[in-house]
């Protein structure tokens, strides 16, 4: 059974304080590894997909990259509107497993 | 352009009723999945369809169903509700069933269930 773990569950940065967001991950076949942002009261919001170990892509202030087991999301120089629900899911056949998310409060 | 869009927005029904959500999907996009969001947790997949056919389905009990129409629109309907149904129901469309194609989800429907 595909399995996704996010740590830590709720992370509290002063503006401009760097730092990083962890997904582990358990799948047979990875077919695509996913981030989303998701706000409150909102659907969540594609940020990234990565296909395999080594790769990384950037959007802004966010840099996600992907090992063999685990995917970071790195978030630099955080302003208060990177305060959302962050979001790592896998790909497998079909569907998508989603870990239960990591709470970013970013405080100016 | 519109991005993916559900109705009712919110939605309030008794134990043991019907309910049936409704979902339309991103100009050109074929592809139409839901998912159930409890508070506090991930997305948990329900079902996909891809071209009005079913690709996939959750660990979810009978009392959920869904289908796709020829517009690519969607319907998840769930019988015999629960209390434990109460969640947020999104729903979410891709170009194609593949890993090409990223799922673009819709705000959602918040149904509680008293």
């Known amino acids: 059974e595909d399995q996704v773990t996010q740590s830590p569950e709720a992370l509290r940065l002063q503006e401009g304080e760097s730092s990083s967001l962890n997904c582990s991950y358990t799948?047979?076949?990875?077919?695509?590894l996913f981030w989303y942002r998701q706000d409150p009261g909102k659907g969540p919001e594609f940020l990234f997909t990565?296909?395999?170990a080594g790769e990384e892509k950037e959007k802004e202030r966010l840099k996600a990259t992907l090992t063999k087991k685990e995917s970071f999301l790195h978030i630099t120089a955080p302003k208060p509107e990177d305060s959302a629900t962050y979001l790592c899911a896998v790909l497998s056949g079909s569907r998508l497993t989603f870990g239960e998310g990591t709470q970013l409060t970013v405080n100016p | 352009d519109a991005g993916v869009t559900q109705s009712p927005t919110h939605l309030i029904k008794t134990r043991g009723q019907h309910v049936t959500l409704r979902c339309s999907p991103i100009?050109?996009?074929?592809?139409v999945s839901w998912y159930q969001q409890v508070l506090g947790q991930g997305p948990q997949f329900i079902f996909q369809?891809?071209?009005?056919?079913?690709?996939g389905r959750g660990n979810f009990p009978d009392r959920f169903s869904a289908r796709q129409f020829p517009n690519y629109s969607s319907e998840l309907n769930v019988n015999a509700l629960l209390l434990g149904d109460s969640a947020l129901y999104l729903c979410?469309?891709?170009?194609?069933?593949?890993?090409?194609?990223?799922?673009?989800f819709g705000n959602g429907t918040r149904l509680t269930v008293t």
């Open positions: 369809y891809y071209e009005k056919e079913e690709r």
């Open positions: 990565l296909y395999s």
């Open positions: 799948v047979s076949g990875l077919r695509g």
């Open positions: 979410a469309s891709s170009l194609v069933g593949t890993e090409d194609s990223p799922l673009h």
């Open positions: 100009s050109g996009h074929k592809s």
